[in-house]
């Protein structure tokens, strides 16, 4: 049996102290419930195997005298019940092991001329051979005499068996027991019942009493007259006008210097966007020559090289021929040589070729380091302007807006790099009718997209479009 979860393992000091209190305050009148420990351990399980009523503190001073009387030796935990209160456990007493040898339980122990411990017997029920005696008999309770030789005649009784004697008297005493344990429980009962009516009736006095003494102190307390709310706002407001007032100014003029802070740091923005602006045109500008410088350094170094290749060829040419007229070779050597001087010769060929190309790349190399639109417009656009000549940003400021617009949609299909794009475009925002053009038609992506529908659908073009966009937007251009 497992101890009660509401009460909490006392030391026997702090139990005893609680019984002695409880003995004082309501009366020395407890129950006991008597569980044993199953195992030598402190720690083992217990079980009940004892209950009782009338006990007193005596009875918790020396437990050890009336629980060897109960069941021998071992480790006992009592736990103590007052009668007004038998549900509530005022004390759990954890009892050191008493020495000597465990015994079954001893139910009769009570009934014992040395029995010490509390008078009734709850649980479990006393043996029959063992209820004392002393109790009046069935006869007696029934008006009948206790003399055998009063009423019954002589013969009779002689005549009666000593089986039916012992019998008899044996019906006796349990009735006797009976009755006894009867009468116990009745006056152990009624004795709770009395004491619980008298502590009910003194805790309402102390609580009536409680009560009067409040009415009376509320019945001397003088009335105060309450203000109305109007009366309790009015003297608030006068002390609250100013500090809102104040308040309120302050909210003001934080909003007035909010506003003027700003529009000067919008002002300061873009006066360093207009100054990035024109700092990135004039470096494309100084990339733009010192590339042109570089092309016309790599012409000077390269030209001779090729040169030098076309004159070596035309050289062989020249042998393959002095070799061919100073002797008539076979025909199949005839055959072999022609094979070579179709070879040499288309070398020859092919190496003027190259030349030429590569002067004419070289002498445009300037255009590769430009924006789109001054690539493809390094030709003059008017007679005085000679070929070759570089693309200024004045130029592109001063091109019709559609021709801007065709280059645009010319280097987006060619996909040219996303840094050129955004180059050509910034610089083309310097011209004024192209700026007119992108707003008429709503934005760039208005303007460029229906030329651009038929290669949207290619692989990686969705993607190569939506960069440019996000470095115009990064540029700071309205896209």
Known sequence: MALPNQVQPKTLDEGMEAIRQMASTVGDDFRVKVLKRTGASPSAPTEMIASYAAARVEHFAMPEAWLSQLAGGGGYVLIVLHETEPNTPVAVLNLTPITGPARPLDAGAIGRPNWTG??????????????????????????QPEAAGAVEDAGARASVPAASAASGASLDRIMEARFAMLDAQRRSDSEAIAKAIEMQSKATERQISAMMEVVKATAQRPVVQEKSIVEQIVPLMTVMSPLIAAFVDGNAKRSTEEKKIAAEEASRREAREADARKTEREMLMQMNERAAAASGDMMKVISPMVEAVSQMGRTVLQQV????????????????????????????????????????????????????????????????????????PADIATMPAGDLVNEFVAALRAKHTVTEIADGYMMALANPNFVALVEQSGGPQKLFGPHLTDVLGQPGMADYVRGVVAELQKRGAKV
């Not at 509390?118 to 309770?141: D, E, K, N, W, Y």
């Not at 070579?340 to 002498?363: D, N, T």
């Open 118 to 143: 509390p008078g009734t017997q709850l649980f479990p029920a006393v043996p029959l051979q063992q209820i004392p005696g002393g109790a009046p008999s069935v006869r007696s309770l029934f008006g």
């Open 321 to 392: 021929a002095t070799m061919q007229e100073m002797s008539a070779p076979p025909a199949p050597e005839e055959g072999i040589t022609g094979l070579v001087r179709a070879g040499l010769q288309a070398f020859a060929e092919s190496s003027a070729v190259k030349r030429m190309e590569m002067e004419s790349a070289i002498a445009n190399g300037s255009q590769r380091a430009l924006p789109p639109m001054q690539q493809q417009h390094a030709q003059p656009q008017d007679p005085q302007q000679q070929p070759g000549e570089e693309m200024t």
